[in-house]
């Protein structure tokens, strides 16, 4: 077993060279984009920005052509609610969208 183990780091030393120690979503990551956890927090927080400015061309900009949204109903009728929205994002091209995003009621 410990011949195997000296044969492998060896090769790797020999063939693989420095890289073979970086793992790959750092060897791959584009420099120029942001993290996406930082990307997906400005997005959630512009996306709010405009559900509260009734921007529908800006929300739709967030949203992929297939999104789906899950939660309750209220039939049409005028009402006032607190909720919470849960928002699953895809990569769509060069950015995030939202393709599933989910109300729940908040109880008080």
Not at 77 to 90: G, K, P, S
């Amino acid at each position: 077993m410990m011949k195997s183990l000296r044969f492998v780091a060896l090769f790797v030393l020999m063939f693989g060279g420095g890289s073979a120690l970086i793992p790959a979503h750092e060897q791959i990551r584009p420099t120029d984009l942001p993290p996406p956890e930082q990307r997906l927090n400005a997005i959630q927080q512009e996306l709010m920005d405009a559900w509260i400015a009734r921007d529908r061309a800006k929300i739709e900009g967030f949203l992929a052509p297939d999104w789906l949204v899950t939660g309750p109903t209220y039939a049409g009728t005028v009402y006032t609610a607190e909720i919470r929205f849960t928002d699953t994002f895809e990569r769509h091209g060069g950015d995030w969208r939202a393709v599933r995003s989910h109300a729940s009621n908040i109880s008080k």
